[in-house]
């Protein structure tokens, strides 16, 4: 559960609040510049907001929040090898059995393929994997929809959808169906 009111970052993105829960779809969208990045890493624990209440997971230190929150995938933050496999990705952050995760999220038998030879879609299933290793209550994804066209768009939606997790994900154009929508300006 994430309860945030009015979080803000001076400068950057402007008074937020925002309830949600597991199994709901949070999406934030907003143009290059807007302040989505920012916000889903306040929301992460990541960013400390210049004003404004967070609570995720009952948590509302830092510390706790970043425990509670998974980065799926956030360009410039989470960024991943590009010379080892899926499998090695997976191996490094758990020593744990993946293949099941693998195939909640559309990438069995990957595991041999180079993260160089992923598309965008793959890249961003490939960190909706990571983040569920962690067991989170929350996992947040950045830029969902960046270059692609909208059918793969939609798959991936529907992939976050489907989680038993509080997400919480950023785009340019939101999909047609979510729980929540966050319209930064």
């Not at 997976?90 to 030879?117: F, H, K, S």
């Not at 989170?136 to 969902?144: G, S």
């Amino acid at each position: 559960m994430i309860i945030a009111e009015g979080l803000a970052i001076e400068g950057v993105y402007r008074e937020v609040s925002l309830k949600a829960r597991a199994g709901t779809l949070t999406v934030v969208a907003g143009s290059a510049g807007s302040g989505r990045t920012s916000l889903l890493l306040t929301l992460a624990g990541r960013m400390k907001p210049t004003k404004g209440a967070l609570k995720v997971a009952g948590h509302a230190r830092g510390r706790a929040i970043r425990n509670a929150v998974a980065l799926a995938l956030i360009d410039g933050v989470t960024d991943l090898d590009r010379s080892l496999t899926v499998g090695e990705h997976l191996r490094e952050r758990r020593r744990r059995p993946y293949q099941e995760i693998l195939g909640r999220v559309g990438l069995a038998g990957q595991e041999r393929v180079l993260v160089r030879e992923l598309d965008r879609e793959q890249h961003v299933r490939l960190g909706v994997a990571l983040a569920l290793l962690d067991e989170p209550k929350v996992i947040v994804a950045d830029n969902v929809d960046a270059g692609l066209p909208v059918a793969r768009q939609q798959a991936l939606w529907n992939l976050l959808r489907e989680l038993d997790h509080a997400v919480v994900a950023s785009c340019v154009v939101p999909p047609a169906r979510f729980d929540q929508l966050v319209e930064l300006s």
